[in-house]
């Protein structure tokens, strides 16, 4: 397991299904969404995804839009201000042979789900897998809760599985 995925799993974060499953969705280029409070420690992991990613394959670390028109294997979004946020991912999705990094949080709230639809009229995300960690406190400790994998289908539902 990957030493940065493997830090979180010893810190009881998450479990080691769910670190072998990050990292083998990385591995996939799967897009990946890291989702909760910053207080979940939604910040620390989605640096560490990043970072695999970076490791590993042609990455863009994205500050506005123009980083899109980049060739990359993974866009890396962290949470922007003063921009387009959701209109940047989904920018992004929209991509071929592209994934994405990206976080939602209180503060960059973004609606994957409404994010799809949109590039479903457009004709773009059909089929690109993106990976959600839900990140939330419990008993004051940070907890990956839940991974749903959502598929934007070519009749234009988001199939969602729960991993």
Known sequence: ??????????QGMMTEEQGEFIEEAIKRKDSIVVSGHRSAGIRPLMASVMGIAKSNFESVQVKDFDSLEKEAEFYLIPGLDGVDFEGIVSEAIAKEDAAFIS???????ISIMKILRQNFKKGTGIGKKIQTIEC???????????????????????DRQDQ
């Open 1 to 10: 397991m990957n030493p940065m995925i493997k830090r979180f799993v010893d």
């Open 103 to 109: 976080v939602k949080e209180p503060e960059h709230p």
């Open 136 to 158: 939330v406190k419990v008993d004051d400790e940070p907890k990956v809760v839940k991974i749903t994998e959502m598929v934007l289908n070519e009749k234009g539902r988001v």
